[in-house]
């Protein structure tokens, strides 16, 4: 979702510098985070992270492995250098991005979108050590209204590393209890769907779940969640197919009761 959410900028104040294809480093390979090196924003770091970069070209795909325990979320990019119209997707939402080199360093600047709405904006910058063996990403993002958060990220490069695939690519169901609305889902996604839904509504996820055991259904909010996904699904799937524009944010903007009228 990397963690859930992972793509921003801290910008110098040195001049910008495009370069050429050609003098462009070469970002390409498999990097494992470095938690002692690295300064997330969060207060739950994950307990590994891993990147996967292919760069041919002006042509660049970033793919990101994040694991919390036993739960593990992919995300998956393109961009093409040069251009300002990158369409790619995080946690399920719709993403556009420009991608530049500047000074030496790989800079993308992105807007995530709900129901028309900016609800995300990214700034990333990648920079690649002088010896090839280092790589540090420096995010800076924005949900909404809330306040900016920052965030530095140190990567290894894992010299004959492998890219195994995760176990949860599975279904939902075959990986997690008493899933009914989402079954179909890949498992890696599930976790980054509860983090949007917990942000559209405000609340933590103690709000419809045990924190000892998730998949009861003791809980009335946690019905009510069904309800309200399977009605979610129902608008989109007979009024806006293919694009499916609508979600809870739509509705709560971050707030557990939808207000009825414009202020």
Same mark, same amino acid.
């Given at each position: 979702m990397r963690p859930l959410c992972l793509t921003f900028a801290i910008?110098? /104040?040195?001049p910008v510098v495009a370069l050429s294809q050609d003098k462009a480093p070469d970002l390409t390979g498999i990097w494992q985070w470095n938690p002692h090196q690295s300064q997330p924003s969060s207060g739950h770091p994950p307990d590994d992270m891993r990147v996967r970069i292919e *760069?041919?070209?002006?042509?660049?795909?970033i793919t990101w492995r994040v694991r919390h325990q036993t739960n593990e979320e992919q995300e998956f990019? !393109?961009? !093409?250098?040069?251009? @300002? @119209?990158n369409q790619n997707q995080i946690h399920g939402a719709p993403m556009k991005s420009s991608a530049r080199w500047r000074a030496g360093a790989l800079t993308v600047d992105s807007v995530a979108t709900f129901s028309d709405n900016e609800l995300l904006r990214m700034n990333d910058v990648w920079t690649l050590s002088a010896d +090839? *063996?280092?790589l540090t990403f420096k995010e800076r993002h924005q949900f909404a209204a809330e306040p900016a958060g920052e965030s530095v990220y140190v990567f290894d490069r894992q010299v004959g590393g492998t890219w195994e695939? $995760?176990? @949860?690519? &599975? $279904?939902a169901e075959q990986v997690y209890k008493n899933i009914q609305v989402m079954q179909g889902v890949p498992a890696a996604q599930l976790q980054a769907a509860m983090a949007f839904f917990s942000r559209a509504? +405000?609340?933590?996820? +103690?709000?419809?779940?045990?924190?000892n055991a998730f998949e009861k259904d003791?809980?009335?909010? &946690?019905?009510? /969640?069904r309800r309200m996904l399977k009605m979610v699904h129902q608008i989109n799937d007979g009024n806006f197919a293919p694009d499916h524009p609508v979600s809870c944010w739509t509705c709560h903007r971050g707030s557990v009761k939808p207000e009825s009228? $414009? &202020?």
């Open positions: 910008l110098c /104040a040195v *760069q041919t070209g002006s042509e660049i795909s990019s !393109r961009l !093409r250098i040069g251009s @300002d @119209d +090839g *063996q280092t695939l $995760p176990e @949860d690519s &599975k $279904p509504l +405000g609340v933590e996820c +103690g709000h419809c779940h045990d924190p003791d809980n009335p909010a &946690k019905a009510t /969640a009228n $414009p &202020k």
